[in-house]
C-alpha cells in the first residue's frame, strides 16, 4: 500500500510540473525567433605578468640605552641617535630617507627593592636605502656600537604603481586582442557591457635569505663585507591582474 502511495504521488509531480512549464506554439520560423529574441553574451578573462625587482630597503635598527637616571639615559639615547644619523648622512644617505619613531622607557629593578636601579631607553632609527652600499653602512652601526641592533628589513620597489597600471592594461589589450579574432572570424560583432578586475598582489620572490642572517651575526671585517657585497641582492616581485569583460553578442 505504501508502495502506491508513492507512485501517486510521483505521478502528481511530473503532471504539476507539465502544467507549469509554459506552452510554445507556433510554426518553425515563429520558434525559431523565439529562441534567438534573448540576450546572448560571452566572457573574455585574461591575465598578465610582469617581473620587477625591489630596488628600495626599509632597514630598522634599534637604539637601547640604560643609566641609573632616567634623564640620562633619555639623553644619551638622543646623542647616539643624533651621531648615527650624521654618520648616515655623510655616508651618502639622504635625511629624509631617515626618521626616528617615539622613544619608550623601562625601569630595570634590582632582586630587593620596589624601586628601579636603572632606567632603559629604547628608539627606533627607520632608515630607507636604495644600493647595497648605503645598506652595508647602515648594517656596519649595527656592529660597531653595542647600543643598536638590526631589527628587520622590509623590501620595497619604487616603481609599484607603474606596474600595476601596467599588468592591468597588458591584460585588457589581451582580451580585446581575442574579442577582434571573434569578431573577425565568427562574423559577430561583441559589444562590452560589463567587466572586472582581480586584486593586484605583487608577488614577491626572496632571492637571497641569508642577508639578515649575515647582519645578525655582526661581522664587520674587510673580507666579511665583501662576501656581503657578492651576495646581497634585493628581492624579484612579480606583478599579476586579472581582467574579465562580458560582451553582448550581436549579429553584424
Known sequence: MLRIWFVLIAISLV??????APELRGNPQELEQYLQSGTRT?????????????????????????????????????????????????????????????????????????????????????????SEKQFQLVAAMADQHKEISFSRTEFEHSLKEEFEKKVRQQAMDHVMEERGFYESRLDLVLKPVAFSTSEIRPERMRRQPVLEQMVLTARSTEADAGQIADVAGFDEVKYMASVVVVFEVTTR
Open 15 to 20: 503532471s504539476m510540473a507539465a502544467n507549469a
Open 42 to 130: 560571452v566572457s573574455i578573462r585574461k591575465t598578465a605578468t610582469e617581473t620587477a625587482y625591489t630596488d628600495r630597503a626599509r632597514i630598522s635598527l634599534v637604539v637601547t640605552t640604560r643609566d641609573r637616571l632616567l634623564a640620562e639615559a633619555i639623553r644619551m639615547n638622543q646623542e647616539k641617535r643624533r651621531s648615527t644619523i650624521r654618520d648616515f648622512v655623510d655616508g651618502g644617505i639622504s635625511i629624509d630617507e631617515i626618521r626616528s619613531s617615539k622613544f619608550s622607557t623601562s625601569p630595570q629593578f634590582g632582586w630587593f627593592g620596589s624601586k628601579p636601579n636603572s632606567f632603559e631607553v629604547v628608539n627606533t632609527i627607520i632608515v630607507t636605502v636604495e
